[in-house]
């Protein structure tokens, strides 16, 4: 799965600044419906992606880190370890959009691997007292792992797994969202 982070801030952006001020008159323009895009070229943008996403992950798994988009600026960002034939490949997938290339530490499979293991473990951290949040990936880069001391569990955690790239970070158990 492709990870969208420009896509969803911004597209709720324009919603929040609306609501942020209180007392504020209503926009002469109604809300955007979900199925409305803010961007023209957003719908070509996330097309491409999957496409992207699907056959460059299967094609390259060893050097495919994922894609994300920016939605303002009208581009794929394909993040990769440069490898032979993929950048080509993706050009001609993507055809009719801007395409920009991100170089990668480590491939969307090696991460998830090393994500999997973690998330495997926490019940091994939580008896040693780490409370896990969460577990995730920034892509192409590292295993994202979300504690609630990182300042006393960082250095165990990477210790552990230290042929893994960790980023450990901050974090906070998740909210459920009320139904309806």
Known sequence: MFRTPALSA??????????????ASASPHP??????????????LTDAAVIV???????????????????????LLVHRIPAAGLDAAVRDLAAG???WFVDARHSARTLDGWAGRVTADVGYWQRRG??????????GQCVRVEVANPGRDSAPIIGHYQAMSLCVRQGSPAEPLPAG
């Open 53 to 75: 996403d699907s056959a460059a992950g299967a094609r390259w798994p060893d050097a495919y880190a994922g894609v994300s988009l920016d939605v303002p600026g009208g581009v």
């Open 31 to 44: 809300p955007p419906s979900s199925q409305q895009s803010l961007w023209p070229h957003q719908q070509a």
């Open 130 to 139: 780490v409370v896990v949040h969460s577990v995730g990936t920034d892509i």
């Open 10 to 23: 911004l597209t709720a952006l324009p919603m929040l600044v609306a609501c942020a001020a209180p007392g």
């Open 97 to 99: 959009v801007r395409v």
